[in-house]
């Protein structure tokens, strides 16, 4: 079955640390690739995405994400953590092709410790 | 609009009334999409409607709710008899998905509707 997995539903960082959350796909082709980010209380907000080229995509708020065709991955990256990157993070994919619907992952809230 | 519209932002509604939620969704886009948000959890998918293709509906959770998109653009998420489970923030979305191109999916404000 089609799927998106975000493995880990809770993750704790040091301020100033690395950060890299998980995402694996379940499909037959490649689909279009998305990091969506929701701080407390906020809206959901387009970090970056990934549709063809270059697998190594740069978004906003210094994050970074990885296609990785031979994992089904799409991690997201970041060297260093600020404080306020403290927020629930979702990965989502859409089948190329024909127009298909946009599926979430359950999530990974990224708790950051000062 | 610029963006993804979504009225009222806030509702509060009695048990067992009916309420109506409203999309304007970015012009031009094809698909438009419905979630649900409960406090702290994430997002439950509702209903897609694509271009003019039957919605998919797989995720409205009982009959109570049902969803219309008129003309290719706005939309309505219905809630008859309304019960304090159904408290949460209701998102939508809209993109441009299929032949004519593809986009991100952009989201609304959502509206946080409480149950009492």
């Known amino acids: 079955a089609q799927s998106v997995t975000q493995p880990d539903i809770h993750i704790t960082v040091s301020e100033g640390a690395s950060l890299e959350l998980r995402c694996n796909y379940s499909?037959?082709?490649?689909?279009?690739l998305f990091w969506y980010v929701q701080s407390p209380g906020q809206g959901l907000q387009l970090l970056l995405k990934?549709?063809?080229?270059?697998?190594l995509v740069q978004g906003i708020k210094g994050f970074e994400a990885e296609f990785k065709r031979s994992q089904s991955s799409f991690n997201l990256r970041k060297p260093s953590v600020h404080w306020s990157d403290a927020a629930e993070y979702f990965c989502?994919?859409?089948?190329?092709?024909?127009?298909?619907?946009?599926?979430f992952g359950t999530g990974t809230r990224l708790q950051v410790t000062l | 609009g610029a963006g993804v519209s979504q009225s009222p932002s806030n509702k509060v509604t009695e048990k067992g009334k009916d309420v109506e939620l409203r999309c304007d969704p970015i012009?031009?886009?094809?698909?438009l999409y419905w979630y649900r948000q409960s406090l702290g959890q994430g997002l439950e998918f509702l209903i897609y409607?694509?271009?003019?293709?039957?919605?998919?509906k797989s995720g409205l959770p009982s009959d109570r709710f049902s969803a219309e998109r008129t003309g290719g653009s706005v939309s309505t998420l219905t809630i008859q008899r309304t019960q304090q489970e159904d408290s949460a923030v209701y998102l939508c979305?809209?993109?441009?998905?299929?032949?004519?191109?593809?986009?991100?999916?952009?989201f609304g404000q959502g509206t946080r509707l409480t149950v009492v």
């Open positions: 979305a809209s993109s441009l998905s299929g032949q004519g191109g593809w986009t991100e999916a952009f």
């Open positions: 499909y037959g082709a490649t689909p279009y």
């Open positions: 990934y549709f063809s080229g270059d697998t």
């Open positions: 989502a994919v859409v089948p190329t092709g024909t127009a298909s619907k946009l599926t």
């Open positions: 012009s031009g886009h094809t698909a």
């Open positions: 409607f694509q271009g003019n293709s039957a919605p998919d």
